[in-house]
């Protein structure tokens, strides 16, 4: 049976959005008092206590109108709209206070449960009809109107109750296997210190060497910015974005047209089992490509071959990702508002450098846990996409 459309307005007791920036300035904020929620209190759809700032009782009657309470709905309304989460602890506090970038739901109970509506406020089709209505502006935003006349299915309170339980349970399949996979990525840098010791300390009292005579190749970007081809091709370019926590992910890529191609990647095509390390925004992010193609290296970035004989790609990235390397990042690095790591500081990068029959057990251990995390990540999205099919079925009565 299809249940009843009904708008958030209608099953809402109030809905509101923080004050305009005028009315909450930096100069607002003190040491204690009444906190002040932040968009980054809602990660994953979930209310984290992080970051809190605060403002005084006294300020806090002036916007009380804007007050939130345990219990109530956050919705994201301006910049990474449609994110929501249920404010599940105040730290003690009676009430905190939110900004112009969000907006609190606070449901009346007699007619919907909780947490059906945040399974629905963080459904697929709730999430298109906010991106669908926002402004089009710098960042985009949604009007308290357009919150309270979105539309979702409202099925009698105890088949609500029954829809929630039953996403309630896959969507804590889904977090395990989530935290399993984060799991399996910090496990890298587990073994590296087992195997190696602290870099820093190097208690095995390993020799030390340049990168640049481990590297059998150290090249850094052509420093222009490549036209883009307007259309996709089979020549891709790897950006700073695309450089995160070890890997080189290539979901979101940018294309060059051949000729581009050829005339501005004379230096190296970036090959399977090269580093890139990422010089701005930010600084010393490090990956392994460990895909095949015509790749062509954006700006800021820094290209290392690993000469075989003398280190291992895996132990690399991981040297990198190392305190005894993050802190010559820093150090190396220059700027006050934006870090830049210079060429010349990029190839004088000095590593412990244990036997290569140990690096190569390491990364044999590595690339077993690659391919781990792999399956995980495969099985994860599987389960999200069963959670949206259930999601749909919920949300139609079929459920």
């Known amino acids: 049976?299809?249940?009843?459309?009904?708008?958030?307005?209608?099953?809402?007791?109030?809905?509101?959005?923080?004050?305009?920036?005028?009315?909450?300035?930096?100069?607002?904020?003190?040491?204690?008092?009444?906190?002040?929620?932040?968009?980054?209190?809602?990660?994953?759809?979930?209310?984290?206590?992080?970051?809190?700032?605060?403002?005084?009782?006294?300020?806090?009657?002036?916007?009380?109108?804007?007050?939130?309470?345990?219990?109530?709905?956050?919705?994201?309304?301006?910049?990474?709209?449609?994110?929501?989460?249920?404010?599940?602890?105040?730290?003690?506090?009676?009430?905190?206070?939110?900004?112009?970038?969000?907006?609190?739901?606070?449901?009346?109970?007699?007619?919907v449960n909780d947490r059906y509506l945040h399974h629905c406020l963080i459904s697929d089709p709730v999430k298109n009809y906010f991106l669908s209505?926002?402004?089009?502006?710098?960042?985009?935003?949604?009007?308290?109107?357009?919150?309270?006349?979105?539309?979702?299915?409202?099925?009698?309170?105890?088949?609500?109750?029954?829809?929630?339980?039953?996403?309630?349970?896959?969507?804590?399949?889904?977090?395990?296997?989530?935290?399993?996979?984060?799991?399996?990525?910090?496990?890298?840098?587990?073994?590296?210190?087992?195997?190696?010791?602290?870099?820093?300390?190097?208690?095995?009292?390993?020799?030390?060497?340049?990168?640049?005579?481990?590297?059998?190749?150290?090249?850094?970007?052509?420093?222009?910015?490549?036209?883009?081809?307007?259309?996709?091709?089979?020549?891709?370019?790897?950006?700073?974005?695309?450089?995160?926590n070890g890997k080189v992910l290539l979901s979101e890529v940018r294309y060059v047209e051949e000729e581009i191609f050829q005339r501005w990647n004379r230096r190296a095509t970036p090959k399977i089992g090269d580093v890139l390390l990422t010089r701005e925004a930010p600084v010393g992010e490090v990956g392994i490509l460990e895909t095949p193609g015509n790749f062509f290296l954006g700006q800021r970035l820094m290209l290392y071959r690993p000469d075989l004989r003398k280190i291992t790609a895996e132990f690399l990235a991981a040297s990198f990702r190392s305190a005894f390397l993050i802190e010559q990042i820093m150090q190396s690095s220059s700027g006050s508002t934006v870090k830049h790591l210079p060429l010349p500081a990029c190839r004088s990068f000095v590593f412990r450098v244990p036997p290569i029959e140990l690096q190569q057990k390491f990364s044999k251990s590595v690339l077993s846990l690659k391919n781990t995390l792999s399956a995980q990540v495969n099985m994860s999205a599987e389960l999200g996409g069963l959670f949206a099919s259930l999601q749909h079925r919920a949300f139609s009565g079929q459920l």
């Open 133 to 244: 209505v926002a402004s089009s502006t710098a960042q985009p935003a949604l009007s308290l109107t357009k919150i309270k006349d979105c539309r979702i299915p409202l099925p009698p309170l105890d088949e609500q109750k029954r829809i929630a339980a039953i996403l309630d349970k896959a969507d804590q399949l889904r977090q395990k296997r989530r935290q399993a996979i984060a799991l399996l990525d910090s496990l890298t840098k587990s073994i590296f210190l087992e195997m190696f010791g602290d870099p820093v300390i190097n208690p095995m009292g390993w020799p030390t060497a340049s990168v640049d005579d481990l590297c059998a190749l150290v090249v850094d970007c052509v420093n222009r910015t490549a036209p883009l081809a307007e259309r996709p091709t089979e020549f891709k370019m790897i950006r700073t974005t695309n450089v995160k």
């Open 1 to 111: 049976m299809t249940p009843t459309m009904v708008s958030l307005g209608e099953i809402s007791e109030s809905i509101v959005d923080g004050p305009f920036g005028s009315s909450l300035k930096t100069s607002d904020y003190v040491e204690a008092g009444v906190p002040v929620l932040q968009g980054k209190n809602i990660t994953g759809n979930k209310f984290v206590w992080k970051e809190v700032r605060y403002i005084s009782h006294q300020k806090s009657k002036e916007l009380f109108r804007s007050n939130v309470k345990v219990g109530d709905h956050l919705l994201i309304k301006i910049g990474s709209i449609g994110y929501s989460a249920i404010i599940d602890d105040l730290q003690s506090h009676e009430y905190a206070i939110i900004p112009a970038n969000l907006a609190r739901i606070r449901p009346d109970r007699d007619r």
